[in-house]
């Protein structure tokens, strides 16, 4: 049931006539708020009969990089693919056990960025995403918080 999408290469965006399920886009990067995202996101996909699209999303870049500390890309890139196969084996089972349809997305760049274009695409509902439990994004601001901020299409902030 579950579908696999590389960044760029979404599939075709629902008919969104009145009687066509909701397309819910979840943000996932492994964290317990983004799984208690993805949990709450699973479940309004199953009670609506929709699909669920996880977006995971990579920076561009890396801190240490931007310093000018050695940076090793290709096994940075490496560790990203197998935590983003890692996050989609873990999605997919749960999404099989609700027997809902899941295509899982790897994107790079911003998170709210990535997010929004998906959701854009893909002419979503709404996008679900988790609570930040990071002390610095109450000062800075959070994917949520940058996210809700936009007025781009309904947003859902699940908070643990």
């Known amino acids: 049931m579950a579908q696999d999408v590389e960044a760029g290469q ?6 969104r006539n009145n009687s066509a399920p909701p397309v819910i886009v979840v943000g996932l990067d492994g964290s317990p708020s983004s799984w208690d ?10 009670r609506s009969k ?7 999303v990579s920076p561009f870049t890396e801190a240490a990089a931007s310093f000018g ?14 935590i983003a196969d890692e996050l989609r084996r873990d999605a997919t089972g749960r999404a099989n056990e609700l027997g809902i349809a899941l295509t899982f997305v790897c994107e790079h760049g911003d998170a709210a960025n990535c997010l929004t274009e998906v959701a854009r695409r893909l002419h979503a509902n709404f996008v679900v995403v988790g609570r930040s439990t990071k002390v610095l994004h109450l000062l800075a601001g959070s994917l949520s918080h940058r996210l809700t901020s936009r007025n781009n299409a309904p947003v859902v902030v699940v908070v643990p």
């Not at 090793?72 to 560790?79: H, L």
């Open 10 to 15: 979404l599939p075709h965006a629902p008919d």
């Open 37 to 46: 995202a993805f949990s709450w996101a699973a479940g309004e996909a199953a």
């Open 50 to 56: 929709g699909r669920l699209v996880a977006v995971n």
């Open 69 to 82: 500390v050695p940076f090793d890309y290709a096994g940075v890139e490496q560790t990203r693919r197998e």
